[in-house]
C-alpha cells in the first residue's frame, strides 16, 4: 500500500510536469494544502520534502517551497553534425544585416538576442554609482583621455575577480576593450592576417565568422557536442592536416549550444595547441552565468606559455551599453595594446569608473547571484514549452549555464522561411544557418532566455510550435 505522503507528492510532481507549475513558483503552503486535502500537517510536510529529495522543489528559508528549475530530459539533445574539416571562406554578413534589421522592432517578442533584459539589471544601483563617479569624476581632471591599458583601479578589480581562473593573474597583464567582440577583434588581428586559418566549434557565434569574413580569413569549423563541447579527437585531425594560424573558441556555456567542456579536456586542448603554437582566443563571456554551485575554470587557467588570449566583458551580465569588456593577450599583449591605440586609442574613462565602482561596492556579485537564479528559470520554463508546444521529432540543449537555446528541428524545416513567417507574427528568432558557413544547420534555431517567462513569452512559443507544425504539414510553403 502505497503512503499517503507518496500519493501527495506523486500527484504534485505530475502537476508539475503537465505545466500547472512553472519553475520558479511557489507551491501552495503546507497549511493550504493541509486544508485543500484533508491529510495532516506532518504528511503533507513529508510530502514536500520527497519532492525536495527527487530534486523537484527547493525550500527557501521562511518562503516555502518552490518549484526547482530543472533542464535535464525534457527532450533529446540535438544530434552533432560533422561539417567538411576544411578551411572555407564565409558570407554571412548579408543574411545577419538582414536579421538584424527585421528583429529590430521593439514590439517583438525577443527570443533572438542574447541578452538579458532591462528588468534584470541592477538599475538602480548602477543609477547610484554613476552619480558618485560623475561628481568626483568631474570635479578632478579625469575628462582628459586615459591610459590606453585601461584605468588601474578597473584592472585591479578585475584581477581580483579572475584569481584561479587564470595562470597568470597580475593587473599588468590586462588590457580594457569596448566590449567582448573589440577585445576578440584585436587579439585576432594581432595574431593572424588576412588569408590565414581560423579554428572555431560548430555551429559558433556568428560574430565569430562575421569577423572572419571581414577580415578575409578562412574559417574551419570543427563539430561540437551539445554537453562536452568540441571534439577534441576532430580538432587533432584538423590541425595535423591543415594549417591552423588561430582558434576563437568558447568553453563556457557556448553560444549557441551552451556546453561547458569538461575540466580534463580544457587542459587537454590548450596542451595540443601549444605543442602546435596555435594562438587560442577564449571568449569567457558567458562564464559568470553558470547555474551550478560554483564557477567553471577557463582554458587561460591552464595555459603556461601565454598562448591563451582571455576576453570576457560586463555587458550579457550588467551594462551593455557601458560596454566595457577586457583581455589577458598573455605574450601577444604588446601587439594587441599596439592595434587598440592605433584604432581606438582608449577605453572610455567614465565607463571604466563605473563598473570599477560596481566591483568595489560588492554590488556585482550579489547582483549575479540574482541573475543566474532569473535566467536559470526563464530557460527551463522556456525548454518545458518548447517541449509542450513543439512537434515531434524536436531536440533541445540542456545547457548548465548561459542565455541560449539550441533547438534542432525536423529535416523539412527551413530556418529561414521560420523566421520570416515568425517575423510577421512578432516573433524575432535566430535561425541556425547563421551559426555556421557550412549549410548544415538549416533545420536549427536559436532561441534567447533572457527575458521573464510571462504569458505572452509562452503564447509566443505556442505560436512558433504552431507555425512549425504548418510548414510540415504544407512543406511548399
Given amino acids: 500500500m502505497e503512503f499517503q505522503y507518496i500519493a501527495l507528492a ?8 503537465n505545466g500547472e507549475y512553472k519553475a520558479g513558483d511557489k507551491l501552495p503552503s ?6 485543500l486535502t484533508g491529510l495532516s500537517l506532518s504528511t503533507v510536510y513529508s510530502a514536500f520534502i520527497e519532492l525536495e529529495k527527487r530534486g523537484v522543489v527547493q525550500a527557501r528559508e521562511k518562503s516555502g517551497f518552490f518549484i526547482k528549475p530543472s533542464l535535464d530530459n525534457i527532450l533529446p539533445l540535438p544530434k552533432m553534425v560533422s561539417p567538411p574539416v576544411r578551411p572555407q571562406k564565409v558570407s554571412v554578413n548579408a543574411l545577419v544585416e ?6 529590430g522592432d521593439p514590439a517583438m517578442l525577443p527570443f533572438g538576442t542574447a541578452m538579458a533584459a532591462i528588468e534584470l539589471l541592477p538599475l538602480k544601483q548602477i543609477s547610484r554609482v554613476m552619480r558618485t563617479v560623475l561628481s568626483r569624476y568631474l570635479r578632478t581632471s579625469e575628462i582628459h583621455y586615459g591610459p590606453p591599458a585601461g584605468i588601474p583601479v578597473l584592472r585591479q578589480q578585475i584581477s581580483k575577480r579572475l584569481i584561479g581562473l587564470t595562470s597568470k593573474n597580475d593587473e ?3 588590457l580594457i576593450t569596448s566590449g567582448c567582440m573589440d577585445a576578440i577583434q584585436l587579439c585576432l588581428r594581432a595574431v593572424a592576417k588576412p588569408g590565414d586559418t581560423i579554428l572555431v566549434e560548430s555551429p559558433t557565434f556568428v560574430c565569430y565568422l562575421q569577423l572572419i569574413e571581414d577580415l578575409n580569413m578562412y574559417a574551419l569549423e570543427v563539430s561540437a557536442d551539445p554537453v562536452h563541447g568540441i571534439d577534441l579527437n576532430a580538432v587533432k585531425k584538423a590541425i595535423d592536416q591543415n594549417k591552423v594560424n588561430a582558434c576563437i573558441l568558447s568553453p563556457n556555456f557556448q553560444n549557441p549550444l551552451g556546453f561547458e567542456m569538461p575540466e580534463p579536456a580544457k587542459k587537454e586542448l590548450v596542451e595540443m595547441m601549444a605543442k602546435k603554437k596555435i594562438p587560442i582566443i577564449e571568449d569567457d563571456i558567458y562564464g559568470d552565468l553558470y547555474f551550478g554551485d560554483t564557477r567553471p575554470k577557463t582554458l587561460k587557467s591552464y595555459d603556461q606559455n601565454g598562448m591563451v588570449l582571455y576576453c570576457a566583458s560586463f555587458s550579457k551580465t550588467l551594462a551593455p551599453d557601458l560596454r566595457i569588456g577586457f583581455t589577458l593577450p598573455g605574450k601577444f599583449k604588446d601587439q594587441v595594446k599596439r592595434l587598440k591605440i592605433n584604432s581606438v586609442m582608449t577605453t572610455s574613462k567614465l565607463n571604466q569608473f563605473i563598473i570599477a565602482e560596481f566591483l568595489k561596492q560588492g554590488l556585482y556579485d550579489r547582483h549575479l547571484r540574482k541573475l543566474r537564479q532569473a535566467v536559470k528559470i526563464q530557460m527551463a520554463n522556456t525548454a518545458r514549452a518548447v517541449a509542450q508546444y513543439f512537434p515531434p521529432n524536436t531536440y533541445i540543449t540542456a545547457p548548465k549555464g548561459g542565455l541560449v537555446l539550441w533547438v534542432q528541428l525536423d529535416k523539412k524545416i527551413d530556418g529561414i522561411k521560420l523566421f520570416e513567417e515568425a517575423i510577421k507574427e512578432k516573433i524575432f528568432i535566430t535561425p541556425g544557418d547563421i551559426c555556421s558557413g557550412t549549410g548544415k544547420y538549416g533545420n536549427c534555431i536559436r532561441i534567447s532566455c533572457g527575458h521573464p517567462w510571462n504569458d505572452k513569452m509562452e503564447k509566443g512559443i505556442a505560436k512558433l510550435g504552431k507555425i512549425i507544425e504548418m510548414f510540415l504539414s504544407h512543406p511548399r510553403i
Avoid: C, D, M, W
Avoid at 10 to 17: F, S, V
Avoid at 98 to 103: L, N, W, Y
Fill in 10 to 17: 506523486n500527484e504534485l510532481e505530475q502537476k508539475i510536469e
Fill in 30 to 35: 503546507i497549511r493550504n494544502l493541509h486544508t
Fill in 98 to 103: 538582414f536579421i538584424v534589421e527585421a528583429g
Fill in 172 to 174: 599588468s597583464e590586462i
